[in-house]
């Protein structure tokens, strides 16, 4: 998960609705599916076919990626691979090299581990001259490397590192923490995003929203667990406390479950009842059912918490488009009022229903989040690229027409809103992760090859559309020839997450792979960096 930015944020902002277009309450989530005994995933546990040839051609857009950086870019954070510049868009701290490690090393790819590895000792996390984002520096930098203590400290890489080497990492990880704790120095305990290092201090801000207040718990927790330092996770979970009991109620959690976005750093109270499962509050629900994962004793009621939120959205926020029934989206909502808006950051929410369901033994969530990702595919092979947007929107067909809520397409797109059951209010695509992943989880929840294929087609259309000079390119119009144009920026996520999501489907099982069968032994965080369960708690 990452934040909305940049001309997407801008072209992102929701219009104010008025109160008279309320929601009305829809019809619970219903689909015809086996009782659990006889679901396949009890009677016939997934069998997985691994494509060599798929998870090799992969491999080689990890080396050209990987190759145009380093040439180019490295030590820097991220390569502009049109004109062969950098951009130290995250602090100038080798962003992409941090995220690029643990897909390394679960390719297999032992030179470019070496050269990470090597490097990661001589980041100087003291220093930057730019504003530091607390949640992006935990889930890129903080996450990559205790990703990487915990893949190379477990003998499932076919060569052994040396202690060195895993104790350097670890006190990198540390001595990062240390300089970002400072952001949780407030009167509440709800951090401070934004700060500023030389030395660590807050920015100021007045609030901070649920995602970046509840997507630090994995990563600080981890390092708790692995330094034996309680300090990390006793803070995060701290200000996690905050949103598993939102005040005022009223205003914080306008279904049960599911919150507003922003809080009150000062006092830890809500301050607005508008939200989603897209970007600024997606992660937050996505850490629920994962810290339960991680440690099933000491986060039970984040099992609770998340259990509510997906039952509500299963009562109140599903929503099909006009004229395409056959589609299932979720809306957002701003208090009881549902906004019809997509979001390419969104469509996380299918492979999170089903990892929630694996996880249960809840088949109904599982089935609503396969019906979730046949719908975010729908945003993909209806595009001229065969990409999908970043933003979308809809119109539902339960509301009346002239709701105020539920507005129809612009002109120039009716047609395509009535073909394909959205419209694009942002047809940029920044290299983003969250459709492939769902796909990869559908896979290892069912087996069914027709995700492997899916994710294939969509590999292939991002190969074909966004390879662009020494590496690959957001662009600006999934719905023009070859994507309009090329920005020249290749994001950092896109070997942690992409690369990585687009490998693991084809790949063979794994210590690391998503399992149906309660034997996992990692669960990722929301930049696919695979994090080690608390040990005696593999499930």
């Not at 990390?232 to 279904?255: N, S």
Request: net charge negative; hydrophobic share 35%; aromatic share 14%.
């Amino acid at each position: 998960m990452h934040l909305l930015s940049g001309p997407v944020a801008a072209m992102a902002t929701l219009l104010t609705l008025s109160s008279a277009a309320l929601v009305s309450p829809k019809e619970p989530y219903r689909r015809d599916h086996l009782p659990r005994d006889n679901h396949p995933r009890y009677a016939h546990p997934p069998r997985y076919t691994p494509n060599a040839a798929r998870a090799n051609a992969v491999k080689q857009a990890f080396d050209i990626s990987w190759d145009g950086y380093y040439k180019y870019a490295f030590p820097h954070d991220s390569l502009r691979p049109l004109t062969n510049r950098y951009s130290d868009d995250r602090n100038g701290w080798g962003a992409s090299a941090v995220d690029a490690l643990s897909t390394a090393i679960v390719m297999r790819n032992y030179p470019v581990v070496e050269q990470i590895v090597k490097y990661i000792p001589t980041i100087d996390f003291d220093t930057t001259t730019d504003e530091v984002s607390l949640f992006e520096t935990t889930i890129r930098y903080l996450g990559g490397l205790l990703s990487a203590v915990d893949l190379l400290s477990a003998n499932t890489t076919a060569k052994e590192y040396h202690r060195d080497d895993i104790s350097a990492i670890i006190k990198q990880a540390v001595r990062l923490a240390d300089n970002l704790k400072v952001a949780f120095d407030t009167p509440s305990g709800v951090p401070d995003n934004s700060l500023f290092f030389g030395p660590p201090r807050k920015a100021g801000s007045q609030t901070n929203g649920i995602a970046t207040i509840g997507t630090l718990i994995l990563e600080w927790q981890r390092l708790s667990d692995i330094t034996g330092i309680e300090e990390y996770g006793k803070l995060a979970r701290k200000a996690e406390a905050y949103l598993l009991k939102p005040e005022p109620r009223d205003v914080g959690e306008p279904f049960p479950g599911l919150l507003g976005t922003d809080v009150d750093i000062r006092t830890g109270k809500f301050v607005n009842g508008n939200g989603g499962w897209g970007g600024g509050d997606d992660s937050f629900y996505e850490y629920l059912i994962k810290m339960y994962l991680y440690d099933p004793v000491k986060f039970a009621p984040l099992r609770d918490r998340w259990t509510a939120a997906v039952d509500s959205s299963m009562k109140y926020l599903i929503s099909r488009p006009k004229g395409r029934e056959d589609l299932l989206y979720v809306a957002m909502w701003n208090g009881k009022e549902l906004e019809f808006v997509g979001q390419h950051l969104a469509c996380f929410n299918g492979g999170n229903f089903i990892l929630g369901g694996l996880t249960l033994d809840e088949t109904e969530y599982i089935n609503f989040g396969l019906d979730l990702v046949d719908s975010c595919r729908n945003t993909y092979i209806s595009t001229a690229t065969n990409i999908g947007p970043e933003i979308f929107r809809w119109q539902d067909s339960v509301l009346p027409e002239d709701a105020s809520n539920n507005p129809p397409p612009p002109a120039n797109q009716t047609a395509f809103f009535k073909a394909s059951g959205f419209w694009f209010e942002s047809a940029y695509y920044v290299l983003r992760p969250e459709v492939i992943e769902s796909y990869y989880y559908a896979y290892r929840a069912t087996g069914d090859p027709k995700y492997q294929e899916w994710a294939w087609d969509a590999f292939l259309a991002i190969n074909e559309t966004c390879r662009a000079g020494s590496g690959y390119s957001s662009i600006e119009n999934v719905n023009r020839p070859f994507g309009g144009r090329h920005t020249d920026f290749q994001e950092s996520f896109w070997f942690a997450e992409v690369l990585k999501y687009s490998y693991l489907i084809h790949a063979e099982d794994a210590p690391w792979q998503v399992q149906a069968d309660h034997t996992n032994q990692y669960v990722y965080n929301t930049e696919a960096h695979p994090i080690r369960m608390r040990t005696g708690y593999e499930r």
